[in-house]
């Protein structure tokens, strides 16, 4: 088992990027799914997280404003719209289960770059 992160590439501050999360062989709908990020030599922190009934939605204070977390059921997608980005933002972003405690395996991850 293991949820695939897609849709990073470079952008410029105060540019926007949509990340998507899938599940192989894993129904994304059945557990709640968060975003983590892992900036260049630091340790990994979680962005944002959906529960499993949509109902409560949580982010960290560095993106709360910025950043959107949704889900859609019948594509079996997490996404993560990130509007207004800063070059803080630069790191390599995950989607897994949510909070790190049951995590299933990590994927490779999809790198923003945030860069003029």
């Known amino acids: 088992v293991q949820l695939q992160a897609s849709g990073g590439g470079l952008v410029q501050p105060g540019g926007s990027l949509s990340l998507s999360c899938t599940g192989s062989?894993?129904?994304?709908?059945?557990?709640?799914i968060g975003w983590f990020r892992q900036a260049p030599g630091k340790g990994r922190e979680g962005v944002a997280c959906?529960?499993?009934?949509?109902?409560?939605?949580y982010y960290a204070d560095s993106v709360k404003g910025r950043f959107t977390i949704s889900r859609s059921r019948a594509k079996n997608t997490v996404d993560l719209q990130m509007n207004m980005v800063k070059p803080e933002d630069t790191a390599v972003y995950y989607c897994?289960?949510?909070?790190?405690?049951?995590?299933?395996?990590w994927g490779k991850g999809t790198l923003v770059t945030v860069s003029s």
């Open positions: 959906i529960s499993e009934d949509d109902a409560s939605i």
């Open positions: 062989g894993f129904s994304l709908a059945d557990y709640t």
């Open positions: 897994n289960r949510w909070p790190s405690s049951v995590t299933v395996a």
